[in-house]
């Protein structure tokens, strides 16, 4: 058995294939506040002394009760609480490690037998008295693993649709410096990790596994992507911005009568010709995909427009090479017009230009 530590995510996924093929591992850890699923998920775990904030995350992990996570820091050299995920084990138990022996002036002879002496089992250290299992709490809420500002950011994230780093410190108040803070310490506990860059700072965040299960034990309501957090904030930001282009635009987002097609969103242009134009968003570098839906698209007679962005400017020159290879109607080349999101987000970028010529003007209806 070799000891390892369990932090770091690229060691987790090999250990976890270790323990498929029945490896018996044991690992060793001294930051608490880093300690991954796959070693909470252990068949045993043992816990020496810990004080402070280290024992409120250890035991908030674990379920412990007030005056458990207060004994984690009353034990003794070798005393440790050992607990146990089998349902079929015993509970909580405090376990007292003999004193090693001095070794430094024994033969080798003498260093084996204690060696095998040492192999007997461990649960023969098992103290008389027992702890009581701690009852699961109806309102969970660890106070001093997270108040302030973090908590205040990580509730934000939990309820609201993906937002940038600027939106985020506009909708609290606050700025980025003190956003920074609170999402580092977010990071720090593995509640939370930055998913993608747009460039000027235009970064996402989303929660992970550890983080959805402190909401969901907080009762706060989490929000849920249907399509990815990039792909759903640049279609909130491409649909806002064509609102206030065109006030009188309708979005829709759902359309059944488009031959088993589903654009990711509709606009509906005022007037009496009712254009209707697609919106779609590219994410990922399936161009072949992406060409193939965008032409069954523009194939279709409603349809007057299609209106693609790109997440990032180098998807752009790949699709529309995809795209020429593929279509030879210039008309319905001419129905399509892609563009990366990043120049549209500059302040004098004219949106009413991509509805050109359909609903010429933009605001000056």
Not at 345 to 355: A, R
């Amino acid at each position: 058995m070799d000891p390892t530590s369990s932090s770091g995510g690229g060691i987790e996924k090999s250990l976890s294939l270790f323990r498929a093929v029945n490896v018996t591992i044991t690992a060793f850890d001294q930051q608490p506040l880093f300690l991954g699923h796959f070693i909470l998920s252990a068949a045993t775990k043992l816990i020496f002394r810990l004080s402070g904030r280290r024992a409120q995350y250890v035991g908030w992990l674990l379920n412990l009760t007030a005056e458990q996570i207060a004994a984690l820091g009353e034990l003794g050299t070798g005393q440790c609480l050992t607990v146990f995920s089998d349902e079929n084990s015993p509970g909580l138990f405090l376990q007292k490690f003999p004193k090693a022996p001095d070794m430094r002036h024994l033969s080798r002879a003498e260093i084996e037998e204690l060696s095998l002496q040492s192999l007997q089992p461990w649960l023969e250290h098992v103290l008389a008295e027992r702890v009581e299992p701690a009852k699961a709490p109806q309102a969970p809420k660890p106070p001093q693993l997270l108040d302030g500002l973090p908590l205040k950011v990580l509730q934000r994230i939990v309820g609201q649709p993906p937002e940038t780093i600027e939106e985020r410190c506009a909708a609290l108040d606050i700025d980025r410096n003190q956003e920074y803070a609170a999402r580092c310490e977010l990071i720090k506990l593995g509640m939370l990790e930055d998913v993608e860059t747009f460039g000027h700072h235009r970064q996402l965040s989303c929660l992970t596994e550890k983080g959805r299960t402190l909401a969901e034990q907080m009762g706060l309501r989490i929000h849920k992507c249907k399509s990815g957090p990039v792909h759903e904030w640049t279609l909130r930001t491409v649909e806002r911005h064509l609102s206030r282009a065109c006030p009188k635009a309708r979005f829709l987002h759902k359309d059944s009568s488009l031959a088993g097609r589903q654009p990711d969103g509709f606009m509906m242009l005022p007037g009496p010709e009712g254009h209707r134009v697609a919106i779609q968003i590219v994410c990922s570098k399936n161009y072949e995909h992406e060409c193939a839906a965008l032409v069954d698209i523009a194939s279709l007679n409603v349809v007057d427009l299609v209106l693609v962005f790109t997440a990032k400017a180098a998807y752009q020159k790949s699709l529309e090479r995809a795209l020429e290879s593929t279509i030879t109607d210039k008309t319905m080349m001419g129905k399509i017009r892609i563009l990366p999101i990043e120049p549209c987000l500059k302040p004098d970028f004219d949106w009413g230009l991509f509805l050109e010529p359909l609903w010429p003007g933009g605001q000056k209806e």
